[in-house]
């Protein structure tokens, strides 16, 4: 078969994209993964040689000599993926896409590109590529959940690894089977969660170096599965991270095999602290759990935690932010992803939130965590995104940034902490400061006018 050229570019916003010749900006730590194209690259024909750009990393040439154009994006970066596709396609370049938006919204994508990926890459590719070599390109390419058994193998080399933080990056599963109602994740794996088989994964970890971050949406979701891959990778001795649901800190087992295995770090999404509000969500599987025995468990088990908290919901007041402070410092979450509840296209907090005639601003690249784009109810837009500022800037403080560490040093590997917590925390400094959010985190007073 004719060799195809195919180049795939994920599209970033005006604040991190680099100009032809510039390195990349901020820290490392903040680009990872690449999963979703290097899955694309695998999904590939093996007549096709595709080259990823990455703007975060390199600039888009639109002089390529590349037969065929891939973008992959999520809401935010649609804007500019449409002007990208654009640009493309005036210089007679075809064009298809893929990833969460176009999931989600393909009747929009469609106007800007010539074909649309609907869902997973792996089932699709074939079908879409076959067409494209006879001309007969379909506008929509819809795939059912991908089987993950026998997975193509990816190939690593096609990003430039040291641009990246200093992990490995797998997946071992997809999906999660919790229902909430902000979630883009589980409404784009439709609910369903699904396992590669763990001779598998584990061949995969083999391969890779001692670092191992599995890009997993719940990786307890089903506790035999995890069980199981836990047990195969105590004797590989890597250190890995995750995300997964709290409940791994309440079945002791589980957290010790985790331990064993070489856990070192996982992403929780606490949301809130409002009972009402993760009723309303549908976060079930947080009600009623003690959140700072949770963190006393994990660190007890000598694993850093990434606090997830959104902000925003309708059960939340100004004094949400102190509250929520208090909570995280008390605890000694390690790092912090604080977030303006957003409501992303596909969710049914969207439809919701559109219903009640509540979203107020459809610019797409403002879907970032960064900007409020729905009305609040107990609080104007001001407060809340200034509310999120300053939460993110009291805990970054330098002053607690030091005291962080040095408890965290009291119960956990001082390579991880190092390695790991010390520069993550530094760089969430940077990239809030660049962000806007340091200096938006100056406004907000927890006793101002409108707190509670
Ligand atoms: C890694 C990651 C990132 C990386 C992206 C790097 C990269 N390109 O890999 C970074 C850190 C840069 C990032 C940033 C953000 N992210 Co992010 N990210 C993720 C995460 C955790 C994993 C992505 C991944 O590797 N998935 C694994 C791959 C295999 O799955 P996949 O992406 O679905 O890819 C498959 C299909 O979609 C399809 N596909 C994808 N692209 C294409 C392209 C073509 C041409 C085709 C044919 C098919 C195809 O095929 C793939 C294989 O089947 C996801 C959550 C998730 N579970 O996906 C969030 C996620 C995508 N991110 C999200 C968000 C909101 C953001 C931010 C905007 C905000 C934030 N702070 O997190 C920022 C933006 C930062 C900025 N610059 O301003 C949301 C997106 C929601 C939405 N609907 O838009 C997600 C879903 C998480 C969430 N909270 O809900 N993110």
């Not at 935010?76 to 990833?99: E, L, M, S």
């Not at 999120?388 to 005291?403: D, M, N, P, S, Y």
């Amino acid at each position: 078969m004719k060799p195809i050229k195919f180049t795939l570019i994920n599209p970033t916003s005006d604040l991190w994209r680099v100009q032809a010749g510039e390195k990349p900006r901020g820290s490392r730590f903040f680009r990872f993964s690449m999963l979703s194209s290097l899955c694309v690259a695998a999904a590939m024909p093996p007549h096709v040689e595709t080259t990823i750009v990455d703007e975060d990393v390199e600039a888009v040439d639109f002089d390529t000599d590349a037969d065929l154009i891939g973008v992959s994006f999520m809401t935010y970066n649609a804007p500019r993926a449409y002007a990208i596709a654009d640009q493309f396609r005036a210089r007679g370049k075809p064009v298809i896409f893929g990833g969460y938006h176009p999931t989600f919204l393909p009747e929009e994508a469609i106007r800007h590109a010539d074909a649309v990926c609907i869902g997973e890459a792996e089932n699709n590719l074939p079908r879409l590529m076959t067409d494209f070599a006879a001309g007969t390109l379909k506008l929509f390419y819809r795939s059912d959940l991908v089987d993950l058994a026998a997975l193509p193998r990816l190939n690593r080399s096609l990003i430039q690894k040291q641009h990246y933080a200093p992990a490995d990056f797998v997946q071992a599963t997809r999906g999660c089977n919790y229902q909430c109602r902000f979630c883009s994740v589980t409404a784009f794996h439709l609910h369903h969660f699904r396992t590669r088989p763990v001779e598998e994964v584990i061949d995969e970890v083999k391969s890779l170096g001692r670092n191992i971050v599995f890009m997993d949406d719940n990786l307890i979701c089903d506790r035999e599965y995890a069980r199981e891959l836990f047990a195969a990778l105590v004797p590989l001795r890597k250190r890995w991270f995750s995300q997964c649901g709290m409940g791994i800190a309440e079945d002791p087992k589980l957290l010790k095999l985790a331990a064993d295995s070489g856990c070192k770090g996982l992403f929780v999404g606490f949301e809130t602290l409002a009972q009402e509000e993760l009723r309303s969500w549908r976060k079930k599987p947080n009600l009623g759990r003690d959140y700072l025995a949770i963190m006393d468990k994990l660190h007890a088990a000598g694993i850093a935690v990434c606090a997830a908290f959104v902000f925003g919901g309708d059960e939340d007041a100004p004094d949400v932010f102190p509250r929520t402070l208090d909570f995280l410092l008390e605890s000694n979450a390690e790092t912090l992803q604080a977030t303006r509840l957003t409501p992303f296209p596909g969710t049914p907090l969207f439809d919701d939130l559109d219903r009640q005639g509540r979203i107020i601003d459809k610019d797409w690249s403002h879907y970032d965590f960064n900007h409020v784009v729905y009305e609040p109810l107990h609080m104007s837009r001001e407060t809340l995104d200034q509310g999120v500022a300053w939460v993110l800037r009291e805990f970054h403080t330098r002053r607690r940034i030091g005291r962080r560490v040095r408890r965290c040093l009291g119960y956990m590997d001082p390579a991880v902490v190092l390695a790991g917590v010390l520069p993550l925390n530094v760089g969430w400094r940077h990239k809030l400061t660049a962000d806007g959010n340091f200096g938006r985190g100056t406004v907000f007073s927890p006793a101002g006018p409108d707190a509670a």
